[in-house]
């Protein structure tokens, strides 16, 4: 498994991945596709599409920020699920991100997000706040009740929260 970083929305990887990313996030959980295209000019971003055996496999959107990197979304594809990917792709994250931070939905949401949650905390993350509120991504568009986690025990939870509303959500 290798990440491969894309750097223009033009790629056909990038066109796979955003079609996969708006069947798989609801509207007030995901970038209109303006905003996601503008993400590859962003230099505090990173969009990797995740490969293993030459065959893309999901992807990772990631924000490089003060001293953590937050993981906006990141996504094995439907049909590679439920084969270890995920796991092996959080172990590669560890590797080359030190300080991870990320949200999901909280587990009353669906079975899916009980899964999600599970999944997080064996991979090496705990639920930071339970009470984060992901700021809307634009215009008709709701704020979502959120839970942050983190692999690391931040000293300031303020100060990350304030990265990722003035930095990931501006």
């Known amino acids: 498994m290798e990440f491969l970083q894309l750097t223009s929305p033009e790629d056909f990887r990038a066109k796979n991945i955003y079609e996969s990313y708006c069947a798989s996030f609801i ?6 596709e303006k905003q996601f295209q503008q993400l590859f000019a962003h230099p505090k971003v990173k969009v990797f599409s995740v490969i293993n055996h030459l065959e893309n496999i999901g992807y990772l959107i990631l924000w490089e920020l003060s001293n953590f990197t937050f993981v906006e979304h990141l996504e094995i594809f439907v049909e590679h699920r439920n084969k270890k990917y995920g796991s092996e792709m959080m172990k590669m994250l560890f590797k080359d991100f030190s300080r991870l931070v990320l949200e999901a939905e909280p587990e009353n949401q669906d079975d899916n997000s009980k899964r999600r949650i599970s999944f997080y905390q064996k991979n090496g993350f705990t639920i930071i706040d339970e009470t984060y509120m992901q700021p809307s991504y634009g215009e008709g568009k709701k704020p979502l009740n959120l839970l942050l986690f983190a692999n690391w ?7 990350i929260k304030e990265e990722i509303y003035d930095v990931v959500y501006c």
């Open 27 to 32: 509207e007030d959980e995901r970038r209109s």
């Open 153 to 159: 025990k931040p000293e300031s939870l303020e100060r």
